[in-house]
């Protein structure tokens, strides 16, 4: 294993997006989605980036990207296109000690973004360490395919009373195996199903 797999919980951080492009775009999309105060630095904003500034979910300056822009950062996210300018912005994120990615440039980058699906609750990361990513995308598309739609709401259904459960079930092996029981069974199909939505009672 290259890389150590983890979830970043970057709600009110400051992240940092370099780059005017698509693909800023996307990853800009991703951290403001994810909770981060986002900041994007571009010469040339492309029309995504420009609205999600109107619509308040990223902040947006007009200019070159300056190595002081990595200062109080908790992630900079590079994605300008080419090398010697992604390569100064890997530079000064790595020598302040903030976590960098430069998309599609692994060799730049201090963690690498996963392909990702998404249910709600339920996120599913998959990663080729970089060797691969339209392999990496290839799985992604499986797992979209085999992943029930509903599975998001199934987590949240059983987040609702995981605190009755603990009352109920003190012990740990025994609350492990009421979920395994609860999960493979009935209730849990119908809610996938969408014939159950809302607050379980206690149980």
């Known amino acids: 294993m290259d890389h150590l797999p983890v979830f970043l919980d970057i709600k009110g951080r400051r992240a940092l997006v370099v780059g005017g492009g ?64 992604d390569a100064a912005v890997s530079r000064a994120a790595q020598a302040a000690g903030v976590l960098v990615n430069v998309v599609d440039t692994p060799a730049l980058c201090s963690f690498i973004m996963p392909a990702i699906v998404e249910r709600d609750a339920i996120t599913v990361a998959i990663s080729s360490g970089g060797t691969a990513p339209i392999l990496a995308r290839s799985v992604r598309l499986r797992i979209e395919r085999m992943l029930p739609p509903g599975i998001g709401r199934l ?49």
């Open 22 to 85: 698509d693909a800023a775009g996307r990853k800009a999309r991703l951290l403001a989605k994810a909770g981060a105060e986002v900041t994007v630095v571009a010469a040339s904003p492309c029309s995504d980036l420009l609205s999600m500034t109107r619509a308040g979910e990223v902040t947006l300056e007009v200019r070159d990207f300056d190595d002081g822009d990595v200062i109080g950062r908790a992630i900079v996210i590079s994605a300008i296109g080419t090398r010697r300018e």
């Open 155 to 203: 987590a949240r259904f059983a987040e609702s009373f995981r605190g009755a459960v603990k009352a109920t079930h003190p012990e740990p092996l025994a609350r492990r195996r009421f979920w395994e029981r609860f999960f493979d069974g009935a209730m849990a199909e119908m809610v996938l199903k969408g014939t159950i939505a809302g607050r379980a009672n206690a149980c």
